[in-house]
């Protein structure tokens, strides 16, 4: 169960193609003021110090394993395992695993955080007051449009993901609203999923 860049689509020719996310990504980017304030705003500062937001992010990785471990165990005896079938050839190919490193690093760490860690979810907590209750409320709703938007893996892989987005929102908040820490271990994580895919192949339905 991988937390996949939207529609990204892998093409074998070493072409990637932007996907909406992507595109979406840089218009929340501009609207947020672009070069003027747009990074500060969607949470993109410099870190008072590197080795919290590493260490917090090395912490999310783990979680989100637990995580999906659990959902893996709940949800896939009823809707069957996550479709991860676009990496369905991804073992012993290593032009399509620097693919999806590249994507899940640009589509995935950097677009996907931007979009609904650092731009949806906090737009949503500031159009509702900006209290502790209303922040949960915009974790849980933007995890489940982050959830929603991975509807091509299957329910599995919607619930999976969406449970995913809430520990990267957590991330986001326990890092002080910095995104890097949300970054790092979103791209992570996939990265090792990757990885481990293309040694052993997806896992056994």
């Known amino acids: 169960m991988l937390v996949l860049g939207g529609l990204a689509i892998v093409v074998r020719s070493n072409l990637l193609v932007l996907s909406g996310v992507v595109g979406s ?3 929340a980017w501009i609207v947020s003021g672009g070069r003027r304030a747009g990074f500060r705003r969607l949470g993109l500062v410099r870190p008072a110090r ?9 912490g999310a990785v783990f979680a989100t ?20 079938s676009v990496i369905s050839k991804l073992q012993g190919d290593p032009l399509f695993l620097l693919q999806l490193l590249v994507i899940s690093w640009v589509n995935g760490a950097f677009a996907e955080e931007i ?16 209290t502790r209750q209303v922040w949960v409320i915009a974790a849980l709703l933007s ?39 949300s970054v790092l271990s979103h791209g992570l994580f996939d990265s090792i999923a990757f990885v ?10």
């Not at 590197?50 to 090395?58: D, E, G, K, Q, S």
């Not at 979009?115 to 900006?130: I, S, V, Y």
């Not at 299957?154 to 995104?179: C, D, E, F, Q, S």
């Not at 481990?196 to 339905?205: E, H, K, R, V």
């Open 25 to 27: 990504a840089i218009v």
């Open 50 to 58: 590197w080795r919290t937001i590493v260490l917090i992010a090395l």
């Open 65 to 84: 394993g637990i995580v999906q471990s659990i959902v893996g165990a709940v949800v896939s005896p009823f809707f069957g395992q996550p479709d991860l």
């Open 115 to 130: 979009l609904f860690r650092g731009f949806l979810m906090p737009r949503l907590a500031e159009w509702w007051g900006g």
């Open 143 to 181: 995890s489940v449009v982050f959830g929603l938007g991975h509807a091509y893996q299957g329910v599995t892989g919607m619930v999976g993901t969406g449970m995913t987005g809430l520990v990267l929102a957590g991330v986001y908040l326990v890092a002080k609203r910095n995104l890097w820490a």
């Open 196 to 205: 481990t895919i293309y040694f052993t192949g997806l896992p056994a339905s």
